[in-house]
């Protein structure tokens, strides 16, 4: 036996009870609808609808806060070493671009261990999503150089 209890049924309604019940609603909440745009029409307060909440009033607009001076962005690694490997005219390996980086002050590790592997990986991955169109060609294994850039580029 089942310790459920069984809700006691409403009695149906017929087909044109409901229609004339769902068309006097209608009706109330079109009455109701009117009298408030009236009512905001004539700038009245209007007391929230059943299960509304109030409405909030207007906030005044603050003045607005001063720009923040923008520092400069700190370029990648990446980006720094495709400067070096630009300027540079014999082919280059990554720790020979991390240390002239830090020479001339593109890019300074933030405390890594081994801040040429992630270059060296970063500057592959470069050439395989772009292929001619990285800032990077590989030489030799592990060492790269610029690409020759012509009239168009």
């Not at 609603?25 to 109701?32: D, I, N, P």
């Not at 590790?109 to 001619?132: F, N």
Request: proline share 8%; charged share 35%; net charge positive.
């Amino acid at each position: 036996m089942s310790t459920k209890t069984k809700k006691p049924r409403t009695p149906k309604m017929s087909k044109s009870a409901a229609r004339a019940e769902g068309a006097a609603k209608t009706e109330r909440l079109r009455k109701a609808a009117i009298a408030e745009i009236k009512d905001r029409l004539d700038g009245k307060p209007t007391a929230p609808a059943k299960g509304e909440k109030a409405a909030k009033p207007l906030k005044v607009a603050k003045s607005p806060k001063p720009a923040k001076e923008k520092k400069p962005k700190r370029s990648s690694a990446l980006d720094a070493a495709a400067q070096v490997i630009a300027g540079a005219k014999v082919p280059m390996r990554a720790k020979e671009m991390i240390a002239e980086m830090e020479a001339k002050g593109l890019w300074k590790s933030p405390g890594g261990k081994t801040p040429e592997a992630t270059l060296y990986a970063a500057i592959i991955r470069e050439i395989a999503a772009k292929g001619e169109k990285a800032r990077f060609k590989k030489h030799d294994k592990g060492v790269f150089v610029a690409p020759p850039r012509g009239k168009g580029a």
